[in-house]
């Protein structure tokens, strides 16, 4: 047995720093990193310009909606006053006609322009017949009845639109 006391070295245990070893460059990396970076530039660029359009295009869309809005409110507006101006055209129309075709109107015309009169007692006269019962046709065809009603319409509208001539 050997019974030496040797001491021990203790610093070999304590916490060196690191050594900095600078790589040599290589030029096939370096050369990737810089095209890489290129081509990331470009595509940054295009990107900004892609969302930078369609930022001007969203923007433009807005104020041609806002003006077709303006046009058609100003269009509603004029549609609206026209409309009201058509309404009181009605309104005096539908007056006048009233006015025109109302009793004392034709009467009025009547006895001024057609020198017609009221009925005078001594102008009605009274038939008198045997059989009271009885009521004959003076002339008998098939359609007699609607044919009499449809010449007594056509004679009222050509009568009343002599009155407005």
Same mark, same amino acid.
């Given at each position: 047995m050997n019974?030496? !006391?040797? =001491?021990?070295? /203790?610093? /070999? $245990?304590?916490?060196?720093?690191?050594k900095v070893v600078k790589l040599k460059t290589n030029k096939k990396l370096q050369?990737?990193?810089?095209?890489?970076?290129?081509i990331q530039?470009?595509?940054n660029t295009t990107a900004? @310009?892609?969302v930078a359009a369609l930022a001007v295009t969203v923007i433009?869309?807005?104020?041609?909606?806002?003006?077709?809005? !303006?046009e058609m409110d100003d269009k509603i507006n004029s549609m609206?006053?026209? &409309?009201?101006?058509?309404?009181?055209?009605?309104?005096r129309l539908t007056d006048e006609l009233a006015r025109k075709t109302s009793t004392k109107s034709v009467e009025e015309y009547a006895y001024e322009t057609l020198g017609m009169q009221k009925?005078?007692? !001594?102008?009605i006269e009274y038939i008198e017949s045997e059989n009271t019962d009885k009521a004959v046709v003076a002339n008998k065809e098939n359609s007699g009845f &609607?044919?009499? =009603?449809?010449? =007594?319409? @056509?004679? $009222? $509208? !050509?009568? &009343? =639109?002599? &009155? $407005?001539?």
């Open positions: 019974n030496r !006391t040797e =001491a021990y070295d /203790l610093s /070999l $245990f304590e916490p060196r720093p690191a050369k990737a990193q810089k095209r890489k970076n290129v530039s470009i595509i900004t @310009i892609c433009g869309m807005l104020i041609v909606s806002r003006v077709r809005l !303006t609206e006053k026209q &409309l009201i101006v058509l309404q009181s055209e009605k309104t009925v005078d007692s !001594t102008q &609607l044919k009499a =009603a449809g010449q =007594a319409i @056509i004679k $009222f $509208f !050509t009568q &009343l =639109a002599y &009155l $407005f001539d």
